[in-house]
């Protein structure tokens, strides 16, 4: 049988009025190329936003790391930021790191979900995608959905998830990886992926290897070496029949939880599900946002989507969000807002200590 691929790859090469939202001729720019390519290396494509970021979901034949899709996907990236700058957009380009496609997009700037798999009978997918935060803000709701039976029923009830599930786990920093079995190793996947800015969760995988979740792991500064704007990234969950229920993944998103980047990349600030209409981030250039497109795949086709947090349901976490900005807002430039100092070496901050590190003297004794 031939497996379906879905790649989830997303840029910010420009946006108006400054970090609010793509302009919409980039969307149709974006759109009218996929378009073009499906049926030739793409078997269906959406194109959309999240704040300003471009997301550019394909599905297709090629498998993950496909040279073919990650060269469309690139060359989609430079057209549209060639276009940003015409119109002199703000930040046109900014994710584009690199001058020259080197077989694939890791490494250049684009975040990257991407997962092959036989479809089943019914295979709901959930795409998510955030802005103005890092990849590690999915580590909380990748455990809640996957790991706690307080938040997933069926992990009790469902016999096909009875056995739990498997954490692919990066770090970041020094570029490894390992693999923890939940629930049996619950505490030491906590142990790591509770420090979001350096360990993150790329896959979820059933324990009879069918993968469940993928996510986009880039660090754009850790690319670049110094503060390029945040890595805004993207997840993919797959849902039912032996996987948690759609419900139970969306559920742990009606907890408000606190997350680093907002304004320059350099604050703590609530993670606020909102739907596709209210992805425009204006206050303080956030707060940051997560947005939710759900869809069937069928012999490859994207069937939807459907804006899951478009959703009186959440109109209450929305709120909290909204309350949880103001306070950490009143503490202006003090921690906790800002992010700590081992936090904010590769933001702006090192430009200014730069200035100021003659004036230092020692203390005498």
């Not at 807002?329 to 090192?350: D, I, W």
Request: with cysteine; proline share 6%.
């Amino acid at each position: 049988m031939v497996k379906t691929t879905v790649s989830l790859i997303k840029a910010d090469i420009g946006s108006f009025p400054g970090h609010s939202r793509i302009h919409p001729q980039l969307l149709e720019k974006a759109q009218k190329m996929l378009s073009e390519a499906e049926g030739k290396v793409l078997t269906d494509s959406f194109v959309t936003h999240c704040g300003d970021d471009l997301e550019l979901l394909m599905t297709h034949t090629k498998g993950v790391d496909s040279p073919e899709i990650h060269k469309l996907a690139w060359t989609v990236f430079t057209e549209c930021a060639a276009l940003a700058k015409k119109m002199k957009l703000y930040g046109a380009g900014q994710d584009i790191l690199s001058d020259a496609f080197s077989g694939n997009v890791k490494g250049m700037g684009p975040g990257v979900a991407e997962m092959e798999f036989e479809e089943r009978g019914s295979d709901p997918l959930l795409c998510f995608m955030a802005d103005k935060t890092e990849p590690g803000a999915w580590n909380f709701y990748l455990y809640k959905v996957f790991a706690d039976p307080f938040n997933t029923s069926g992990l009790v009830i469902d016999p096909g998830m009875h056995e739990g599930f498997i954490f692919e786990v990066h770090d970041v920093v020094e570029k490894r990886r390992i693999m923890f079995r939940t629930p049996e190793e619950s505490y030491s996947l906590l142990v790591y992926i509770g420090a979001p800015s350096r360990y993150v969760v790329k896959h979820v995988f059933r324990k009879d290897g069918l993968i469940a979740a993928s996510t986009s792991t880039q660090r754009l500064s850790l690319i670049a070496g110094k503060y390029v704007g945040k890595d805004d990234p993207v997840m993919m969950i797959r849902a039912q029949s032996g996987l948690p229920a759609v419900g139970e993944v969306i559920e742990p998103f009606a907890t408000p939880i606190i997350v680093a980047g907002w304004m320059r990349g350099s604050h703590h600030g609530p993670f606020m599900p909102v739907g596709l209409c209210d992805a425009n981030c204006t206050r303080f250039d956030g707060p940051p946002r997560v947005i939710c497109l759900g869809f069937q795949v069928a012999n490859g086709k994207l069937i939807g989507p459907v804006d899951m947090f478009d959703d009186v349901a959440f109109d209450r976490v929305r709120s909290r969000c909204n309350e949880l900005a103001d306070i950490l807002r009143a503490h202006g430039p003090f921690e906790p807002h800002r992010l700590s100092l081992s936090e904010m070496e590769y933001t702006t901050l090192p430009g200014v200590e730069k200035e100021l590190k003659h004036r230092w003297e020692k203390i005498p004794e």
